[in-house]
């Protein structure tokens, strides 16, 4: 499963990485984080290091993942990952409709991919001590 999550750094944190801080409407800073988990919510990839500012799609990206989203070694038959509408939907990228339009089938595909997100939100969560 995909998902992202802006963890927030203090400024101290942000300047002791290296990185450029991107300050929030409330004044803290944060970080785009990709997060791959698998069912049993065990983190399986992680990419750090955008602004976070940066759009989701943005820092896919750029990460390493970008490149071998269609690698037969990184899938088997059958598998693929999740992701919400901040994202587009590729061979091994299923994500939820941005408009349904009061199109039932859309409607009940965005439900059945939102209950299969649902761990990897709880990953996120623990990775947040949430």
């Not at 993942?65 to 999740?82: E, I, T």
């Not at 941005?98 to 009940?108: F, L, N, P, Y």
Request: proline share 2%; charged share 20%; hydrophobic share 35%.
């Amino acid at each position: 499963m995909v998902n992202y999550t802006n963890r927030v750094m203090t400024a101290w944190d942000m300047r002791s990485l290296g990185r450029t801080a991107k300050s929030e409407l409330k004044s803290n800073y944060s970080m785009n984080v990709q997060v791959i988990c698998d069912q049993n919510k065990r983190v399986i990839y992680f990419f750090a290091g955008m602004p976070g500012s940066c759009h989701d799609l943005t820092c896919l990206m750029r990460s390493s993942l970008w490149g071998r989203l269609g690698s037969a070694q990184l899938f088997l038959n059958g598998q693929y990952l999740l992701g919400d509408n901040g994202y587009i939907p590729l061979d091994r990228l299923v994500c939820s409709y941005k408009r349904t339009a009061g199109d039932m089938d859309k409607v009940d595909f965005n439900t059945c991919v939102a209950h299969a997100r649902v761990g990897n939100e709880h990953c996120i969560g623990i990775l947040k001590a949430r």
